[in-house]
Nanobody, 122 residues
Framework: QVQLQESGGGSVQVGSSLRLSCTAS????????MAWYRQAPGKGREFVAG????????YYGDAEKGRFINSKEYGAKTMYLQMNDHENEETATYCC???????????????WGQGTQVTVLS
């Protein structure tokens, strides 16, 4: 059974940085790409960033381009989301998602982590 575990959430100031990690355990095949979604209170789930299993292709939501870096090494089971210059609106639960790619935000994978809370303080 495959499980996804996020870590790295916390409280940060507007304009600061934070790095999240998502590690897959179990038998995750090379066909699984990974992504981050977030959900703020009272709002729907929003695509943040995705990365291919090889780590060679990355995809971002419009609001994150240029500020966030989603990365993964080839063959590794851990994905990292480096978030820079945080904005107030980014307070949310950030969840790891995995599925048959590519994870561009047009479709969600079938595996989900529990999520990690990020709170941006003004």
């Amino acid at each position: 059974q495959v499980q996804l575990q996020e870590s790295g959430g916390g409280s940060v100031q507007v304009g600061s940085s934070l790095r999240l990690s998502c590690t897959a355990s179990g038998r995750l095949t090379s066909s699984y790409d990974m992504a981050w979604y977030r959900q703020a209170p009272g709002k729907g789930r929003e695509f943040v960033a995705g990365v291919s299993w090889s780590g060679h292709e990355s995809y971002y939501g419009d609001a994150e381009k240029g500020r966030f870096i989603n990365s993964k090494e080839y063959g590794a089971k851990t994905m990292y989301l480096q978030m820079n210059d945080h904005e107030n609106e980014e307070t949310a639960t950030y969840c790891c998602n995995a599925g048959c790619g590519p994870m561009t935000g047009k479709g969600e994978g079938d595996l989900w982590g529990q999520g990690t809370q990020v709170t941006v303080l003004s």
